[in-house]
């Protein structure tokens, strides 16, 4: 800590001062030397000793912009020279500000600031070093409020050097306070361009020049999740990630645990990375170079620096929210010294764009056709078969719909997954049927159409959990439908989805979700992919009731396990150098697989802490298994893999017990060093106790052992014989939950994905109903949790109801189906009364 200063001021000098230095002020000075300079003050004063490194500096006041200006006559010339400003019409904005900049470029500083600014960078060489570098920082008095950032309107120089740069540097800044960005958001904003004043922060440079530098937020950006940190990374100095010139590394820490000592990176994502500012050695300040191919593939930061710059984004947060009185998000900037090896805070302010939002809403759709409004609310699906719409053009196409959303795009049709390259974000995906190879394009479509499956085929479960309308069971859509074709794609018509011809209109009403009923029964959520994770936890919802591993599996790994584990050994080569490529970061292979399951299903456990996340472990069958890298050398060609080696009986199996290894050490990184114990393991297809009891003992060979640390194991209640044989599986697990689609299918005898049968598949058929209470029952006699995970009570509100008079404990639901079901429940829970 560089001390240059006394921290005695009275409240009158200050204001009359020209100069104050970092450790003068505080955040109530704002009005003084700015947001960015009060905020860098606070730190010092109050972070500094809790731990936080920030870099000395001092800062010219308001008072001292204030007198350039009146010293120099300079207000009312730019008040006749804004007197005819018009901020919409761009060439009018840009001679007005162009002639301010000029005007205050070519009015010399008073001999008294000139002397202040020199004196105090005399003082921070003496500090440091002769010719002390410096970041010259614009900070306006009217910045980092929380509900508008100033950031970015005025200008920043970098390794500033010598007084005479220092003074040109400062006196650029003053003149920025009319770049015509600043000028049109000031305007936007509703300030008065005179009411505000401009500070310069001088700050000592950390020498990131040489190591690297980012931004971090105490918040989630893009769904507002309170509880996890981002942080981002990239060699150089730090204005390439803020300009976004870059493409950084990305890393997200669970802030609860990491607080209670755990260690919860639960995502990292590698960043191009493709250049990095530097100093240069010429006439100007900084340079832009190369990045080297082999830094670009290397994380920026060790995890351990991850973690510390995490806790002081809580500790900052943690902070600002005291002083401010209510939660205050922070946007802090952060760089890493090449020298020292030390980490630093160079920046902090609020977070203005997810501190402003409102509440959840929910979304609701409707075609809108002359004066026809032709959407269907929630629970009105039923009815759909009554209603005649003339306005709207005949269907292309129908099927049955998954989800209640509108979508529209140009088609793309591809009826081999080895073309997936060509399609394109944004379009409607067209094919046959989809298997987990095609989630990496799903995610990106704007709508999914297939020829064949029903309402539990893969195409069908990956739409909901996207949250991407689809339909499904169209027969004959990639014979009508043409790439290139613009269409329209309507689920919010009833169980019928059709697609049509062209863009029509519609319209997204969002509804307030305040004041929901609570229900006795617990409303969970079924959540496949992490990256939804965070924004899908703010609808109301008592945790998590499936995470499925195989979306992780199939499109973060993209690899089979047993290739990881003898990768040595992989007979083909064009398959061992993708997986080199993919995996280059690793020398211990296997570590991949289970650092990204271990992210995956953190991300998920985080979103939802404290509440329950049941973990539902791999149920691929051996197809879809096989079509991983490397896992035709590993699975077995079965004539109907549905029923075959799946679940359970892959486990403790010496063909896959290694693998199954690597699922096993994920889940206990994910409990034990990320704190994580609200997640539950579930056991797929467990065709009999015995076979249960050997997965238990497997699992506790690697670390899981039920009971420790309260773990606890749930089975699917998917097969008849878990229903039968209720009370002897109760022995060895504790709890169920019933797989509704399987249990369905095995009831019925019926193949699931095949849509010569799918009229057939319903839940609400007495022999099924009654497999369902049975299990219930068993359940509650032997005292285990029991809930439901399947399709049935999402699409038919009577399924949920039946539930509910049986006494089941909770019910997992597709997110789009969470709000009306709950709303069913809490009728039913209501007569129940």
């Not at 509108?406 to 046959?432: C, M, P, R």
């Not at 499925?548 to 990768?567: D, K, M, S």
């Not at 606890?712 to 939950?737: H, T, W």
Request: net charge negative.
């Amino acid at each position: 800590m560089v001390t240059v200063a006394k921290n005695t001021l009275s409240v009158d000098t200050k204001e009359r001062s020209l100069i104050l230095w970092f450790d003068e002020v505080g955040i109530a000075d704002i009005p003084l030397v700015g947001g960015k300079n009060a905020s860098l003050g606070e730190m010092i004063q109050q972070l500094t000793p809790k731990g936080v490194n920030v870099p000395m500096g001092f800062a010219t006041t308001a008072y001292a912009y204030r007198y350039f200006i009146e010293s120099a006559g300079l207000e009312a010339k730019l008040r006749e020279l804004f007197a005819d400003l018009d901020v919409e019409d761009v060439k009018n904005l840009q001679e007005r500000g162009k002639k301010a900049r000029s005007l205050l470029m070519h009015t010399p500083f008073p001999p008294e600031l000139r002397s202040a600014i020199a004196n105090a960078y005399a003082s921070l060489c003496e500090s440091y070093n002769a010719d002390t570098d410096v970041a010259v920082r614009s900070s306006a008095t009217a910045e980092d409020l929380p509900d508008a950032s100033f950031a970015g309107q005025q200008e920043t120089y970098l390794n500033v050097v010598g007084v005479a740069g220092v003074l040109g540097a400062c006196h650029r800044c003053f003149a920025s306070l009319f770049t015509d960005r600043a000028i049109s958001y000031r305007h936007t904003k509703g300030f008065d361009h005179f009411s505000v004043a401009l500070a310069v922060g001088v700050q000592k440079m950390v020498r990131s020049d040489l190591a690297s530098s980012g931004v971090m937020f105490s918040i989630e950006t893009e769904s507002g999740f309170k509880d996890a940190a981002l942080i981002t990374a990239a060699y150089g100095l730090g204005e390439n990630v803020v300009q976004g010139t870059v493409n950084p590394d990305e890393y997200y820490v669970f802030k609860p645990t990491l607080k209670a000592g755990f260690s919860p990176i639960v995502d990292k994502k590698l960043g191009s990375k493709e250049l990095k500012m530097v100093y240069d050695d010429g006439s100007k300040f900084t340079k832009n170079v190369l990045v080297p191919p082999s830094e670009r593939s290397q994380f920026v930061l060790t995890d351990e620096e991850i973690l510390q710059l995490a806790r002081w984004a809580c500790v900052i947060e943690d902070h600002y929210s005291q002083v401010h009185g209510h939660y205050t998000p922070m946007d802090i900037e952060w760089a890493k010294d090449g020298i020292t090896n030390q980490l630093f805070v160079v920046q902090a302010r609020p977070e203005t764009v997810q501190s402003q939002k409102l509440g959840n809403v929910l979304r609701s759709y409707r075609l809108l056709l002359g004066t026809g409004e032709w959407g269907l609310g929630a629970g009105e699906k039923s009815f759909q078969s009554l209603i005649h719409n003339p306005e709207l053009p005949v269907p292309l196409v129908t099927g049955r719909a998954i989800g209640e959303a509108i979508s529209q795009g140009k088609v793309s049709l591809i009826l081999d997954v080895h073309k997936i390259d060509q399609f394109q974000a944004g379009d409607v995906l067209v094919t046959d049927r989809t298997d987990p190879d095609w989630e990496p394009i799903m995610k990106r479509a704007s709508a999914i159409i297939t020829n064949s499956g029903g309402r539990t085929c893969h195409a069908a479960i990956i739409a909901r959990e996207l949250g991407v309308p689809a339909i499904v069971g169209c027969g004959n859509a990639t014979e009508i439908l043409k790439t290139g074709q613009e269409v329209t794609i309507s689920c919010a018509e009833g169980e019928e989805g059709r697609v049509y011809p062209g863009l029509l209109p519609f319209e997204v009403k969002e509804v307030p979700l305040e004041n929901l009923p609570r229900t006795r029964t617990q409303i969970l959520m079924n959540v496949g992919n992490p990256q939804e994770a965070f924004s899908l936890s703010a609808i109301p919802n008592d945790g998590v009731g499936l995470a499925r591993t195989e979306f992780i599996i199939a499109n973060q790994i993209q690899i089979h396990p047993l290739a990881l584990v003898h990768y040595d050994n992989l007979k083909d080569e064009f398959v061992k150098a993708k997986i080199g490529e993919i995996t280059a970061l690793y020398e211990n292979k296997p570590q991949y697989f289970v650092d990204k399951l271990a992210q995956g299903i953190g991300r998920i456990a985080a979103a939802f802490y404290p509440k329950t996340v049941i973990v539902r472990m791999s149920d691929f069958k051996s197809n879809e298994y096989a079509n991983l890298l490397g896992g035709q050398q590993f699975e077995p060609h079965e004539e109907n893999p549905m029923l075959g080696w799946r679940g359970a009986a892959r486990y403790y199996d010496e063909g896959y017990r290694d693998a199954f290894a690597l699922e096993c050490y994920a889940l206990k990184r994910v409990r034990e060093d990320m704190g994580l114990t609200n997640v539950i393991p579930m056991i797929p297809f467990c065709r009999t106790p015995q076979e249960g009891r050997l997965v238990l003992e497997e699992m506790a060979k690697n670390g899981l052992q039920q009971g420790v640390n309260g773990l606890q194991v749930y089975v699917m209640c998917e097969l008849p014989n878990n229903v039968i044989m209720a009370e002897e599986f109760a022995e060895v697990f504790d709890g169920f939950s019933i797989g509704s689609n399987d249990l369905t299918q095995l009831t019925l005898g019926l193949d699931r994905d095949s849509a010569l049968v799918a009229r057939l598949f319903d839940e609400r058929i007495p022999g099924v109903k009654r497999m369902v209470k049975m299990a219930i029952e068993a359940a509650k006699q032997y005292n285990r949790k029991i809930g439901i995970c399947g399709q049935a009570p999402s699409d038919y509100p009577e399924f949920a109801q039946f539930l509910v008079e049986q006494g089941i404990d909770s019910i997992s639901l597709n997110p789009d189906s969470v709000l009306k079901t709950m709303l069913e429940i809490a009728k039913v829970e209501d007569n129940q009364r």
